[in-house]
């Protein structure tokens, strides 16, 4: 409870990183009626919008001054649907419900959820949901043979589609290759309903990719985003990231990991497990779906969201099984860092957004808005700054459109670029923000108005 309840203080932040762009594409939709298309700055993004789908009508509902929160509220509501769903599945499997609750605690330690991904308002923990939903489904419904289950599965793994790509269906293949393997469940995966309801999994991708324009792209933009992924032109770099990848992901996701390889090292894990088969399961689903993205040459944690859960559940199960010692030391080291969390939800954090990055773009936000009141306002500066800039804006601005990029030949209005000129404007003023420097410019009647010197706040 206390670990959920956490998450509250972090609904009230300043923008960070590039939440910006889920304001901005959020207010766009619902400006332009494209409800296909995710676009920033007019500009489609080739990405699919179900995040946008979910945050219109509770925006428009209680408010789009609140965009920021409602979207913040869909991340949390993921990272608790992760470990519920997470509950559930070990509670199927295991047969134990204090086993599950501990799992699902463990899930929600791990501290790049806890800490920041859990709250932060991307796609990623709305994508691990559907596709961690989807696999906990695939997998009690092999175990109870039960049709409705799989049929979940497919509805869930096409929803994670349209939150963000389709290496989806690839985390979702690779858990359905690892059950098939068993046979307890091959029975009941080739029978004819089974794979009848496996095949309709290509209905979905089939539907949305037929409904949008063919112009779009959308399906190449993603096939050329994984692609670039799997890039690399620097052989000793890409060593170097062999090496360093398990240990860095470790750091990131502790304490469970951690935890658990600490009482194997030291022998702890004295228990036999009762359920060899779903602990091995859980070991390759894991180990299989990590291993592309440790050999790529590129690659964040972030990608690996979806299968926190599996992960959580490897180590709950060890450390579950070093006995009563073991499960009282991780409770204090879960419970450490849930204090930490509220320690760095209520002042930590607010202490940085007020002395470095976040208060300081809002006030910048505003002075911009006054500065260019009654004139168009361009931008052409996709950076994370600028999106929290100009989302803020956006807001302030509302309901009046939000800012797009500039036409080819526009000759009256303001230019936020991130370039230190834009041949045929006038340069209004070098805007530094955190020691990132943002550019006003002017053309034709806005160039004659008197545009005061900005007065931001002093931030270090």
């Known amino acids: ?104 605690l463990c899930c929600l330690s791990l501290a790049d ?158 228990q036999t497990e009762s359920h060899q088969q779903h602990f091995k399961a859980a070991l390759f689903i894991a180990g299989l779906s990590i291993l592309p993205y440790w050999l790529a040459p590129q690659g964040g944690i972030r990608y690996l969201v979806p299968v926190y859960p599996l992960i959580a559940l490897i180590c709950a199960r060890l450390i579950w099984r070093s006995g009563d010692a073991g499960q009282q030391l991780a409770l204090r080291w879960f419970t450490g860092l849930i204090a930490f969390k509220f320690v760095f939800a209520l002042f930590l954090f607010p202490y940085y957004q007020s002395h470095y990055r976040g208060e300081n773009y809002v006030a910048t936000a505003h002075e911009i808005g006054n500065k260019t009141r009654g004139y168009p306002l361009y931008v052409s500066d996709y950076r994370s700054i600028s999106l929290n800039i100009v989302g803020q804006i956006d807001l302030d601005r509302w309901p009046l459109t939000p800012l797009y990029y500039p036409p080819a030949n526009w000759n009256n209005g303001f230019l936020l670029s991130m370039e230190s000129s834009d041949t045929g404007s006038q340069l209004v003023e070098k805007i530094v923000v955190a020691k990132d420097a943002i550019y006003l410019f002017c053309r034709g009647a806005a160039c004659g108005q008197t545009v005061p010197t900005m007065t931001l706040p002093t931030l270090k």
């Open 113 to 270: 959820l806890l800490l920041y991904r859990g709250w932060l308002s991307y796609t990623d923990p709305l994508f691990g949901f559907f596709i961690f939903g989807a696999i906990a489904s695939l997998w009690v419904g092999c175990e109870e043979k039960h049709k409705g289950w799989l049929g979940l599965s497919i509805l869930l793994i096409g929803c994670a589609l349209l939150t963000k790509v389709f290496t989806a269906y690839i985390f979702y293949g690779t858990a359905l290759l690892v059950l098939f393997w068993q046979p307890v469940y091959r029975r009941f995966l080739i029978s004819p309903a089974a794979l009848l309801i496996l095949s309709s999994a290509l209905i979905v991708p089939f539907i949305w990719f037929a409904s949008l324009p063919q112009s779009s792209g959308q399906s190449g933009a993603m096939a050329g985003e994984i692609a670039g992924k799997l890039s690399e032109s620097d052989g000793v770099a890409y060593l170097q990231r062999l090496f360093v990848y398990p240990l860095d992901k470790l750091i990131w996701l502790f304490p469970a990991p951690l935890l658990a390889l600490y009482l194997l090292l030291r022998k702890r894990v004295c």
């Open 1 to 104: 409870m206390l670990a959920a309840l956490s998450f509250l203080p972090t609904l009230g932040f300043y923008m960070v990183g590039e939440e910006g762009s889920y304001t901005i594409s959020s207010l766009e939709m619902w400006h332009s009626r494209d409800w296909l298309g995710q676009t920033i700055y007019g500009q489609h993004l080739q990405r699919p919008p179900l995040i946008n789908w979910l945050t219109v009508p509770i925006a428009t509902l209680i408010g789009w001054s609140h965009v920021l929160l409602v979207i913040r509220l869909i991340t949390v509501a993921a990272t608790l649907g992760m470990a519920v769903w997470l509950y559930w599945l070990a509670r199927k499997l295991f047969g134990d419900k204090s086993f599950a609750l501990f799992a699902a």
